[in-house]
């Protein structure tokens, strides 16, 4: 078998995983030093940390000043699931899904909430699905970027500004990397891990005036529980918009977002954010197109993700093999990249299309990509030329 040269410049940090993310630039244990570690999160100590990263998330996410911004637990998923129960039920829900989590909130809202009045709008991997026919009178339910799909919505022109319905955004892997129109927006969640490359178990539930009012006038059919009460006596407890979270969160995890929300001021902000996802999407939909072997998974331009890239590999010889043997030469092409450590977790998610899934999100550095490039055509050739021998 032909042996295939090996690049000969490596990422200087291999880590491309979906979540948890790569760290930013320069990170080291070090910079937490100043962790509030063994005090309680109601200390004052604890209390300022948290109001804090509520503070310095508004500045740098650019939140509007009437909005609410809380720190509650199970990272997203938790987020979207208080938004779900709490908020959901009073009218028709429009539910839309073009990827594992957001069809996993379809699953929720139908089997778990049990809403009668409940539309889906699903639409295939790569694909999103026929945005003109949503009614915004009613509630709707919406991935902003498809983080296992690697689609997203390419702007918020479809939502009226005089719905009447609330928008309940799940923007996980787009939040500090996309710009998110928060007039368009009345829920939007996030975890720490994404993006800024925070540690997981924490997640970020943003309320518009108009989700208040809804929280303060509606009490939902079913029982919630703890975690997921936001409002005690038919009012809002803004306490958990302040710092005083619902459950116990890690002083370390926080001190860390502080530091990456600190270091995204110091670089430029949420433009430089975004400018740093676009210039990393950019260098592997470059190769993509360049390659001959590789395609991204969107099929719409305007709908890729800069962040979660999401790739196909469609050279003839491995799209005329079944299902089973594509997915497995994928993993190999994965694989080899893991043992030489220079790419770690970027396989497609488990319910996605087989294929490849490498993390874009600004704190990765975009010479580390350029770097890897190179190394996934030495990773596709050397496993092309085994299937050929064994054939």
Known sequence: MTQISKPDVRPANPRFSSGPCAKRPGWSLEALADAALGRSHRAKIGKTKLAQAIDLTREVLQVPADYRIGIVPASDTGAVEM??????????????????????????????????????????YGELPDLAQVDFDRDVVFTWNGTTSGVRVPDGGFIPADRKGLTICDATSAAF???LPFDKLDVVTFSWQKV???EGAHGMLILSPRAVERLESYTP????????RMTKGGKLIEGIFKGETINTPSMLAVEDYLDALNWAKS????????????????????????????????????????????LSIVDPDVAALDE??????????????????????????????????????????????????????????????????AA
Do not use: H
Not at 335 to 341: F, Q, V
């Open 177 to 179: 990397a996309q710009a």
């Open 221 to 228: 059919a079913w029982p919630l529980p703890k975690i997921f």
């Open 267 to 310: 670089i430029g902000g949420l433009d430089a954010l975004i400018a740093r996802a676009d210039a990393n999407a950019g260098v592997i939909n470059d190769f993509a197109d360049r390659s001959g072997w590789l395609a991204n998974l969107a099929v719409d331009p305007k709908a890729r993700s800069n962040t979660s890239v999401c």
């Open 324 to 389: 089973e043997a594509q997915a497995a030469f994928a993993k190999a092409v994965v694989s080899a990249l893991d043992k030489e450590g220079v790419a770690y977790d970027i396989g497609a998610y488990r319910d996605a299309p087989s294929g490849l899934r490498i993390w874009a999100g600004a704190t990765v550095e975009t010479s580390d990509l350029e770097a890897l490039m190179p190394w996934l055509d030495w990773a596709f050739r050397t496993q092309k030329a085994s299937l050929k021998a």
């Open 83 to 124: 938004a779900l129960w709490s908020l959901l039920g009073a009218r028709g829900v429009d539910m839309l899904a073009w990827e594992s989590f957001g069809a996993g909130w379809v699953t929720d809202v139908v089997k778990q909430l049990k809403l009668a009045d409940v539309r889906k709008f699903e639409a295939p």
């Open 196 to 198: 800024l490359g925070g």
